[in-house]
């Protein structure tokens, strides 16, 4: 497998702009997760999927930020508008189970937000 | 009171030496304990789970400590690849989901 895909790998973006971020997760994962992380807060749970329904999207900053996730194979996080507090590196990653089984990162999408 | 916290570091060792950090965390009700290692600019990757009665993986021994809440690595032998960011993941199935603790910054020097 060629393990969880991400694409964009860099967006640079103007403020105010819409940013989209999209993902493949590992085949037969039950679970999707999308994470951001900057040096002040760390890694940060932004929402997770169980079988393509989400479940916990409570660290989901704020309405300018939704995700969606239409098959098993396909997720997108889509940021609009864009602000420079948004920059960050994102991150989704795929596992069998919730909490006690592993869970596979993609590389990482780097946002920056002008 | 953060889930999860760690000694951000960094640390700074030199190769050879043994090094071991700890982190807490906040809910007894956890059940799920992690060690994840992610290098500069990459993903964060699993680098050993952490069991009650303690495990073992080559040059690195996880323990974990209910009494207290916390759990420990223990690097030996400290290799210049060992340097690193190790994140703390605890998960509890009330909370439905993993906690990552902010992580600790290692660097081993020649």
């Known amino acids: 497998d060629a393990g969880v895909i991400q694409s964009p790998r860099h967006e640079v973006t103007e403020m105010g702009q819409e940013v989209t971020l999209r993902c493949k997760p590992i085949?037969?994962?039950?679970?999707l997760f999308w994470y951001r992380q900057t040096m002040m807060r760390g890694l940060e749970l932004l929402i997770y999927?169980?079988?393509?329904?989400?479940?916990?999207d409570s660290g989901m900053p704020e309405d300018r930020f939704s995700a969606k996730m239409p098959n098993a194979s396909f997720s997108t996080l889509k940021i609009q508008p864009s602000e420079p507090r948004d920059s960050a590196v994102y991150f989704c990653?795929?596992?069998?189970?919730?909490?006690?089984?592993?869970?596979?990162f993609g590389p990482g999408t780097r946002l920056t937000v002008l | 009171r953060k889930e999860v916290e760690q000694d951000p570091g960094p640390f700074n060792v030199p190769e050879g030496a043994t090094v071991a950090f700890n982190c807490t965390y906040s809910?007894?009700?956890?059940?799920?304990f992690f060690w994840y290692r992610q290098d500069c600019r990459k993903e964060p990757k699993l680098l050993m789970s952490?069991?009650?009665s303690g495990n073992e993986d080559g040059r690195f021994t996880a323990q974990l400590n209910r009494a207290s809440q916390y759990i420990s690595l223990l690097i030996r032998d400290s290799k210049l690849s060992d340097s690193a960011t190790y994140l703390c993941?605890?998960?509890?199935?009330?909370?439905?989901?993993?906690?990552f603790g902010q992580g600790t910054r290692l660097t081993i020097n020649p």
């Open positions: 809910n007894s009700a956890s059940q799920s």
């Open positions: 085949s037969g994962h039950d679970y």
């Open positions: 999927f169980n079988n393509n329904v989400p479940i916990d």
């Open positions: 993941v605890v998960g509890a199935q009330g909370a439905q989901k993993l906690v």
């Open positions: 990653a795929s596992s069998f189970g919730l909490i006690t089984d592993t869970q596979y």
């Open positions: 952490v069991y009650s």
